[in-house]
């Protein structure tokens, strides 16, 4: 089992950056990629970014060049950049960990909220 905690999450203006962490314990040693997951409300919840544990990465093309994903294998901990945040970008941001290829952990979910 992996256990993700997500913290970074917050109330910001269009233009502004936020930093969100997740921290993962437990087995981690399995995990193969972490990503962060938004969902809006009334909408599905879509890919933001991932990457790979070699570091390979891949965002969206709504945060492309605005957001970079980065990782810490030493604390297990993966991080999320945003820059230029737009209204558009409010949503519960959720962590991903793809266990073993095929097993998908999820964090508890951390709120954005970006005012125009």
């Known amino acids: 089992q992996v256990q993700l905690v997500e913290s970074g999450g917050g109330l910001v203006q269009a233009g502004e950056s936020l930093r969100l962490s997740c921290a993962a314990s437990g087995r981690t040693g399995s995990i193969n990629a972490m990503g962060w997951y938004r969902q809006a409300p009334g909408k599905q919840r879509e890919l933001v970014a991932v990457i790979t544990s070699g570091g390979s990465t891949n965002y969206a093309d709504s945060v492309q060049g605005r957001f970079t994903i980065s990782r810490d294998n030493a604390k297990n901990t993966v991080f999320l950049q945003m820059r230029s945040l737009k209204p558009e970008d409010t949503a519960v941001y959720y962590c991903?960990?793809?266990?073993?290829?095929?097993?998908?952990?999820w964090g508890q979910g951390t709120q954005v909220t970006v005012s125009s």
């Open positions: 991903n960990a793809k266990w073993r290829g095929t097993v998908n952990f």
